[in-house]
């Protein structure tokens, strides 16, 4: 456990498996011999306020201890925890739930439209119309001006539009849903990302965590080396540089013992950013380093094979943007048709010399009617065939990078696959290696025990056997991140 503060209540949480918990109980035991039990009377009142006080230290003693109790994850538990609260995953599935409310906006254009409107004009001047002068006994060509109306006009009327034609609107309406499709490939592919780099950060913390027992066990056996030496150097037994040597060994292995120690804590706070959790919160990892399960990959797994570049999603996103591009070049070509809107108006007027509008003893005079407008392009300068050819020229790119991304992503699928081949091989080497090493410290010890071996031949061989050890270890990790690589490249790394 390498945090103890509590969980921060900000940020959602999963529900995870619970920590195998073990407490501790306490018990005292009085050894002074009892006294006379004092009056009911005064030790009913301290009693119960001790209980209280008890009770309360219990419960706050429960609180505090369930805060600090690290929170048991195994990988999947981590890989389900990072899917949920991943701030990368969660920007991604808001951007396809932003595509599909696109949708339903383009929707929302080829259905009937409604709009109210209100109307209130108050003329300070009625306008003014010219009559032929022959209407009032006036001479032949002479106007008269006259002024018509009223000084208060209010208008309430409800227009209503519906959308009958209109090709760009239907490939639009495709279009959108090309660009949902591409953001949920792009949503997959946020996920198999925080997927293959939790998986990394789990198995860095392992290794690194076992890279920690194994020094921690070291450190006690020249512990008891030095012990030892100390004292044969007391009794006359060896030199003083013996057992200084000892110590400069056991001085080496503690740095090493903390510099391990401060790579684990940082591979665990690693882990819990992939994740998307409080870098305070504890946690203790529960699987196990099985290197057999790498071992068993060679060497049939692991032979060149026909790669098939749909599995992966960053191609099917480039295949999907391709659809994008090709409706793009359809909507520019239907633009050249004519669209067809059906219009229709239902209004009221009043007309009133002062401003008594609400009085319903005074006529509202009505009017409604329906059309349609047609529009017709007939030159827009070749704007249109412009654009026409840089959708062409988008697509043709597009057909380039798709071929680029196929022979980059094949070529990946090799290294990957040679990658983890060595990695194993590697494994494989320095676990005979560990081995070889631990049975000449063994040898080592015996000799050292019946007197035949020297102080530097048991240092000797206690140092081969630690940096067997490291190359262990480091191998190891090396395998464990070639195959979550490997995995990636095919498009067969699990994300459920």
Not at 23 to 40: E, H, L, N, Q
Not at 211 to 235: A, I, M, P
Not at 340 to 352: M, W
Request: charge should be positive; glycine fraction near 4%; aromatic fraction near 8%.
């Amino acid at each position: 456990m390498w945090c103890s503060t509590r969980l921060s209540p900000k940020r959602p949480a999963i529900p995870l498996p619970k920590a195998t918990l073990k407490p501790c109980f306490y018990s005292c035991t009085a050894s002074a011999p009892r006294k006379a039990a004092p009056s009911s009377k005064l030790t009913a009142p301290i009693s119960a306020a001790l209980m209280k006080k008890n009770s309360l230290l219990i419960v706050m003693g429960g609180l505090v201890w369930a805060q600090t109790t690290p929170q048991a994850l195994s990988l999947k538990d981590c890989i389900r925890y990072a899917l949920q609260h991943s701030p990368t995953v969660q920007n991604s599935y808001l951007d396809y739930q932003l595509a599909r409310q696109k949708i339903a906006e383009v929707r929302a254009a080829g259905l009937p439209q409604l709009t109210g409107n209100a109307s209130l004009r108050y003329f300070i001047e009625i306008p003014t119309s010219l009559v032929p002068g022959e209407f009032f006994g006036a001479p032949r060509g002479t106007f008269i001006p006259v002024r018509f109306g009223v000084p208060y006009n209010l208008e309430l009327s409800v227009t209503g539009t519906q959308l009958l034609f209109d090709g760009t609107y239907f490939v639009g309406l495709q279009a959108a849903r090309a660009v949902k499709e591409l953001t949920y490939r792009s949503y997959q592919r946020s996920r198999t990302e925080t997927v293959a780099a939790v998986t990394k950060a789990y198995y860095t913390a392992l290794v690194s965590q076992e890279r920690l027992r194994l020094l921690s066990e070291n450190l006690k056996q020249l512990e008891l080396v030095r012990d030892q030496t100390r004292g044969l150097y007391e009794n006359g037994f060896v030199e003083k540089l013996d057992l200084d040597r000892v110590e400069v060994s056991l001085n080496n292995l503690r740095t090493e013992q903390t510099r391990a120690a401060e790579l684990a804590g940082l591979a665990y706070l690693t882990l819990k950013l992939q994740m998307g959790m409080p870098l305070e919160t504890p946690i203790s990892l529960t699987d196990t380093l099985a290197p057999e399960e790498l071992l068993t990959l060679l060497p049939d797994t692991l032979t060149p094979s026909e790669f098939d570049p749909t599995r992966r999603w960053e191609y099917q996103i480039l295949l999907q943007q391709r659809r994008a591009l090709e409706l793009n070049l359809r909507r520019y070509q239907v633009s050249y048709l004519p669209s067809l809107v059906a219009v229709g108006n239902l209004a009221t007027q009043a007309q009133r010399k002062e401003f008594d509008f609400f009085d319903t003893r005074k006529r509202w005079f009505p009017i409604a009617f329906v059309g349609a407008q047609l529009q017709v392009p007939i030159f827009d300068g070749l704007r249109r065939a412009s654009q026409i050819s840089q959708a062409r020229l988008e697509l043709q790119k597009n057909q380039n990078d798709l071929f680029q991304l196929r022979q980059s992503l094949t070529l990946e699928a090799e290294n990957a696959r040679r990658q983890l081949l060595n990695a194993v091989r590697a494994v494989q080497i320095q676990r005979r290696n560990l081995t070889l090493a631990e049975e000449v410290l063994r040898t080592a010890q015996r000799k050292n025990q019946l007197g035949a071996g020297s102080n530097l031949e048991l240092l000797q061989a206690q140092t081969s056997y630690e940096q067997a050890q490291t190359h262990y270890t480091t191998a190891l990790l090396e395998a464990y991140l070639a195959y979550v690589d490997w995995q990636k490249a095919l498009g067969t790394l699990p994300t459920e």
